[in-house]
C-alpha cells in the first residue's frame, strides 16, 4: 500500500446548522404582482421556502386584478331587463383598436363632452358628428368591415349581432357612465351603417329649456290627449322628458311610459314612474297601451303614436280619466289634427271629430334653430283645445282653427312665427334665422318689418 492510499482522510468542520430565512410577505406579494402585470412566467422553486411562499393568502393580488380606479360618481343603473351597459373605460386603457381606429367609446366621449347629439358611422365613411343641426366630419380615416363590427361587439350581444345580419334592422339603446345612447343599425349601398343620439342623463327643467309658461298649465290636467310634434331631431323627447320631470317633482302620480327604446329615464321622486320598451318589456305598442289601462295609471306617455289602433287605444285612455302625452311627425298643430283624421275612411272620421274634439287637450308643434350664441333654441305652434276649437274640430273646419290661433295669445295659444318673433326680438336669433325656419316666410318678413 503506497503512503498516500495510507494517510488518513480530511473531514470538513462541522458548519452551524442555521435555518432557512423566508423572505419577506411584502417583497413575495410584489414580485407575483410584477409577475402577473409583466405577464411573463416564473420558475417554482418547490423548497421549503418557495412552497411556504405559494401557501400565503393572495389578497393583494386579487384586488390588483379586479378593482379598477375608484370613480367620484358611480352610474345610474340601467333600466330593469335592459341590454347590459358596456363597462366604464378605466384610466390608462387603450382607447384604439388593434388596427389604430377609435374605439367606439372613444367616439361617443369625444361627442358628448363637444355638445354633439348624433355620431354617423358606416363601412366606407369617414365617422361624423351632427353638430346643432349640421354634419361634421373628424380626422379619422374610412370605416372598413371589420372596425364597424368591432364596434357593434362593444354595444351589442353576438346574439343581437346575428339578428341585425338577419333582419338588416336593428333598433336599441345601452348606457354609459355620462350618457344613455339611441342605437340604430341599418344596411346600405356601401356597406352597414349606424346613427347613435345621445341622451343626456340629466333632465333639464322647462325653466332651462325657456319653455312657455302654458306646458306647466298643460301639465296639470288630469285626462285628455296631449300630443308633441315635429321633425325627427326637433327636440321632442325633450320636451315631453321636461314635463314628465315637473310632474314627478309635484305631484303624487303614477306614471307608465311606453317607448321604442328607452330615452330619458326618470327616477320616481313625488310621482311613480315604470317604464316599459317595446321589444323587451312588450311587443307593440298597442298591446302595452291596452294593458295599461289596467295598471292604474295617472299618465300614460306613449313614445310614438304610429298608426290607428294607437290613435284609438290612447283616445279611449283619454275619455276613460288618463292623461295621455304622445309624439307625431307632423310640423304645425293644425297639420297634427289632419294627420289623425286622414288615418281613417271618410265614412269614420266625422265619429273621430267628436271623438278629438272631446279628448284633446293641446297640440304643441316644435322645431329648433341656432341662437346668436352657438347654441340652439326651441320654437312652437301651440293649439289649446278651448271651446271655439273644440266647435271648429267637430264641424271639420280645420282651416279655420289656423285664422284664430294668434288672436288667443291668452289662451297661451301661439304660432311658430309669434315664437320666433319673440325669440328675435330677445336678440336670440338673427334676421336671416327668423325668415329660413318660419313656416309663412312671407308673413315673417313683414312682421320684421313691424308690417302685422
Known sequence: MTPETQRPPITPPPMPRVPPVPPPPMRAAADRQTTIESGEPTALNLSATATQTLAMPAPAMTTHISTPPSSSSAPPPPPQGHRPAPPPSIPGTARRLPNGAPTLEHLIRAAFDKGFSDVHLGVGEVPRYRNRGEIEST???????????????????EAEISQFEKTLDFDGATQYEFARVRINIFD??????????LIPLKILTMEQLNLPPVFKDICHYHKGLVLVTGPTGSGKSTTLAAMIDYINKEMPKHIITIEDPIEFVHRSQ??????????????????????ALREDPDLILVGEMRDKETVNTALKAAQTGHLVMGTLHTNSAVKTIERILSLYNPSEQEPMRVSLAESLVGVIAQGLCRTTDGKRAAFHDVLINTDAIRDYIRKGEIDEIEAIIPKCTFDGMCTMNQSLYKLYEAGRITEEVALEMSPKPNEMAQMLRGRV
Not at 147 to 153: D, H, K, P
Not at 188 to 197: F, K
Request: glycine share 6%.
Open 139 to 157: 380626422e379619422w380615416g374610412e370605416t372598413d368591415r371589420e372596425t364597424f363590427f368591432s364596434w357593434l361587439r362593444e354595444i351589442l350581444t
Open 270 to 291: 313625488k310621482a311613480l314612474i315604470k317604464h316599459r320598451e317595446v321589444g323587451i318589456h312588450t311587443l307593440k305598442f298597442d298591446n302595452a297601451l291596452k294593458a
Open 188 to 197: 346600405s349601398l356601401h356597406g352597414p351603417a349606424m346613427v347613435l343620439r
